[in-house]
């Protein structure tokens, strides 16, 4: 790496390697008997919360969660249990609407799926990131 690269990255680098290959609970899916009809489920998340991995501290934010389910809908207290466990993650908010949406998308199977990550204010700065697939 670069003097110039290294500048930008600071101590951040090599702290979100790991997010890929993190190990989380299961997502728990079921049949969706309506699977021949496209319609759209949303979800709210309002208590998510996540580690800032420079500081230590907890982020807060809203996961807003959409999609067309496919043969699958997602199951919800299998998600929560998901969506927890990302309180002792350090990860970067970019990370964490990527991360999130992968896992969906594996468990699910969605024809469509959004994630929208709105984290509360930090530092004066307001961060708002979205990942959307078309499906599998």
């Known amino acids: 790496m670069d003097q110039h690269s290294q500048a930008h990255t600071g101590t951040y680098e090599g702290k979100q390697e790991h997010i890929r290959g993190l190990e989380m609970p299961a997502i728990e899916v079921f049949e969706n008997i309506y699977a021949d009809r496209s319609y759209r489920i949303d979800m709210e998340i309002p208590e998510f ?16 969660l959409s999609y067309r389910p496919g043969q ?16 002792d993650v ?17 468990a699910s199977r969605p024809r469509w799926m959004r994630i929208h990550a709105d984290y509360n204010v930090r530092g004066g700065i307001k961060t708002r990131v979205t990942a959307t697939s078309s499906g599998k």
Not at 74 to 86: D, G, H, M, N, R
Not at 92 to 106: P, S
């Open 72 to 87: 699958y809908c997602l199951e919800l207290k299998s998600l929560k249990e998901y969506v927890t466990a990302f309180r």
């Open 90 to 106: 350090g990860i970067f908010h970019e990370n964490v609407a990527n991360r999130i949406l992968d896992d969906l998308v594996t």
């Open 49 to 64: 919360t996540a580690i800032c991995p420079k500081t230590g501290l907890p982020d807060f934010g809203i996961i807003y």
